[in-house]
């Protein structure tokens, strides 16, 4: 083989400057010095969703401090006529956020032509706050006693199917005699299969004692009933009766048995004395009869069946109506004393001359609070002023200097759902916060001790996390408040006994990821310390993974308090988030902004939360120094 060896000669013309004419300097840098910090703001700010999360965020937390703090809206009396108040944004009548509140299939109070609502409301604050009300055409047949129904059927059934155990129902005994020309007149029906059962056999008498008067004996002869009881009794041989009128219906093995009464009348000629009282004792109405909460007519019979209704007919109505006008402008008569009296004429609110009366109150602005004067009190030796009553809109009988309005609404005690739930976020981000502060505090130091030193120290400390983290925080947290009580410091305990372990594995994981770059290697070899190394080197590199986890931690404790709030250990003696979650979530199927709302602004809070997490992941994280 040829050597392949030469000596290489090189001589100057070998060699040319090409800068020889030009002055070779350090070149300027074009971009300005920074800090790592500055680095970091600078890349947070080019993540448009991480700038968002925290404007989010933070329109959130100033709203928890600020709410509670400003809002002059009642959250620790109950106020029971301000319950379940619809949102409220706009003025009513806009469709939107105005406040209002559509209900369907309502039964229509046919007499006063409302809806049937609640007894609290006065008829003139009903019709007063309908928006918009539809009322069905023709009316709906129902087998249900409804104190709005009318008309239909008496359903008289043996209560049980056993022979020899008849119906009987009874009225009050009343006087009845052969010259007052007594009579019955009763109406029934033939309907067959009404309850599954079958018209059975039945007799209508007369009954004082031991006499009984037949006036229809037993059969199914369902043809109306009239009878001359003066006559019934003349052919009894008894001139008069004090006794009650009876039907009686035949029990039977096979099946239940009924019979359908529509009227029952009494009536005598107009000299009789006790003209009024059968009045009172005739049934005219079936649904009046059977109602429950009729006890005027209940008390004029007795029956030892069951007594029912068939055909009761109801009017239903869908309709839209103001809840704040339905409860802040129903006039109510208050007492107020001549000095307030006195003040408001001295303002120019009315005019009012108390020596000729009430009559002479005349209101001449809106901001007066009262509408009219019912009656005063004048004290007797002075002849003066003492005091007057008078009728003024509801919301001054509130506290109100105007009607409020409620952007979330109101809860089922009549506190204000938006300052309540800013309250009860504020507990719980508070309680959130402090727990992630101690667990990622704890948790960082834990994780960098074990995960620089590692051996015979990371396997002990590793063991010691395994026992404690596998104890369930549910269980932890519960005896905490079985020995400790539902209170702010049991709950930042509780969470935090296990809380830290997530940060300090996570930290552990970095550690022995970064200890033993080349980077660590110089620095130690350089003489560098061990706390330098895990403060200056190995952590800075390794926080963009722990704060996004850290971060997160805070929601996590809110989530915990919220989820101990539904199984009854939530926070007692605070507004808590959780509670009040709990509390309104049996209402989610009828007043469905009583957690819709809370739920949004947990929804924002989390999802703010995370994209502010993700976006100081990305800025402290060394790798992408520098980088767009």
């Known amino acids: 083989m040829a050597d392949t060896n030469k000596n290489i000669v090189f001589r100057e013309d070998d060699f040319v400057l090409i800068q020889k004419d030009k002055r070779v300097t350090d070149k300027k840098l074009d971009t300005k010095p920074t800090t790592f910090f500055k680095d970091a703001l600078r890349r947070f700010?080019?993540?448009?969703?991480?700038?968002?999360?925290?404007?989010?965020?933070?329109?959130?937390?100033?709203l928890?401090?600020?709410?509670?703090?400003?809002?002059?809206?009642?959250?620790?009396?109950?106020?029971?006529?301000?319950?379940?108040?619809?949102?409220?944004?706009?003025?009513?009548?806009?469709?939107?956020?105005?406040?209002?509140?559509?209900?369907?299939?309502?039964?229509?109070?046919?007499?006063?032509?409302i809806p049937a609502l609640s007894d609290k409301y006065s008829t003139a604050a009903i019709k007063a706050a309908l928006v918009k009300i539809a009322v069905d055409e023709e009316p709906t047949r129902v087998d249900?006693?409804?104190?709005?129904?009318?008309?239909?059927?008496?359903?008289?059934?043996?209560?049980?199917?056993?022979?020899?155990?008849?119906?009987?129902?009874?009225?009050?005994?009343?006087?009845?005699?052969?010259?007052?020309?007594?009579?019955?007149?009763?109406?029934?029906?033939?309907?067959?299969?009404?309850?599954?059962?079958?018209?059975?056999?039945?007799?209508?008498?007369?009954?004082?004692?031991?006499?009984?008067v037949m006036l229809r004996d037993f059969s199914r002869d369902y043809s109306a009933l009239s009878v001359n009881i003066s006559e019934a009794l003349e052919k009894a041989g008894l001139s008069s009766l004090h006794g009650q009128v009876v039907f009686?219906?035949?029990?039977?093995?096979?099946?239940?048995?009924?019979?359908l009464v529509e009227s029952v009348v009494l009536s005598a000629k107009e000299t009789a004395a006790n003209v009024e009282e059968l009045a009172e004792v005739s049934i005219t109405d079936a649904t009046d009869f059977v109602n429950i909460s009729d006890t005027s007519l209940l008390s004029y019979w007795s029956c030892t069946g069951r007594k029912g209704i068939h055909d009761s007919l109801i009017y239903y109505c869908d309709f839209t109506i103001d809840t704040y006008a339905l409860v802040y402008d129903d006039a109510d008569v208050l007492t107020y004393s001549a000095t307030d009296l006195n003040n408001w004429i001295a303002a120019g609110y009315c005019t009012y001359d108390y020596k000729v009366g009430p009559e002479s109150f005349v209101k001449l602005t809106d901001d007066c609070p009262i509408d009219v004067v019912e009656s005063q009190t004048v004290m007797g030796i002075t002849k003066k002023l003492s005091s007057i009553t008078a009728r003024g809109y509801g919301y001054r009988k509130l506290g109100y200097d105007k009607p409020p309005k409620f952007l979330f609404g109101t809860d089922a005690s009549g506190f204000d759902l938006f300052k309540r739930a800013f309250a009860g976020l504020r507990t719980s981000l508070i309680l959130g916060v402090c727990t992630a502060a101690f667990c990622f505090t704890f948790g960082l130091i834990w994780g960098s001790i074990s995960g620089y030193f590692g051996g015979n120290i990371d396997i002990w400390m590793?063991?010691?996390?395994?026992?404690?983290?596998?104890?369930p925080w549910i269980v932890v947290m519960t005896l905490c408040i079985l020995h400790l009580g539902n209170n702010f410091f049991t709950f930042v305990l509780a969470l935090c006994l296990t809380g830290w372990i997530s940060t300090a594995h996570r930290t552990r994981t970095q550690f022995y990821r970064f200890k033993g770059r080349e980077y660590v290697l110089a620095s130690r070899t350089l003489g560098s310390s061990d706390l330098r190394l895990i403060f200056k080197h190995i952590?800075?590199?390794?926080?963009?993974?722990?704060?996004?986890?850290?971060?997160?931690m805070i929601t996590n404790g809110i989530y915990s308090e919220a989820t101990l709030a539904y199984l009854n250990l939530g926070l007692q003696g605070l507004q808590s988030f959780g509670v009040m979650m709990s509390t309104n979530q049996s209402y989610l199927g009828v007043y469905p902004n009583l957690v819709i709302f809370p739920a949004v602004v947990m929804a924002l809070m989390m999802i703010s939360f995370n994209l502010f997490g993700n976006g100081l992941r990305d800025a402290f994280n060394p790798a992408l120094k520098g980088t767009e």
């Open 64 to 113: 928890t401090i600020l709410v509670p703090m400003l809002s002059p809206c009642n959250i620790t009396t109950v106020s029971t006529p301000e319950a379940f108040l619809a949102p409220k944004l706009f003025e009513a009548g806009t469709g939107f956020w105005d406040g209002t509140r559509k209900s369907t299939r309502i039964v229509y109070d046919v007499d006063n032509e």
């Open 45 to 62: 700010r080019k993540n448009k969703a991480s700038v968002a999360g925290s404007i989010i965020l933070g329109i959130l937390v100033v």
């Open 248 to 259: 009686e219906v035949k029990s039977a093995a096979s099946n239940f048995q009924y019979i």
């Open 462 to 471: 590793e063991r010691f996390c395994e026992i404690l983290g596998g104890v």
């Open 539 to 552: 952590l800075p590199n390794s926080m963009g993974t722990i704060i996004t986890s850290s971060v997160l």
């Open 144 to 212: 249900a006693a409804n104190p709005y129904g009318q008309g239909g059927v008496v359903v008289l059934a043996t209560d049980a199917a056993i022979e020899n155990k008849n119906l009987v129902m009874a009225s009050k005994a009343v006087d009845f005699d052969t010259n007052g020309e007594y009579r019955l007149d009763v109406v029934f029906s033939d309907e067959e299969g009404v309850s599954g059962s079958e018209l059975g056999e039945y007799a209508v008498y007369l009954k004082s004692g031991d006499d009984v």
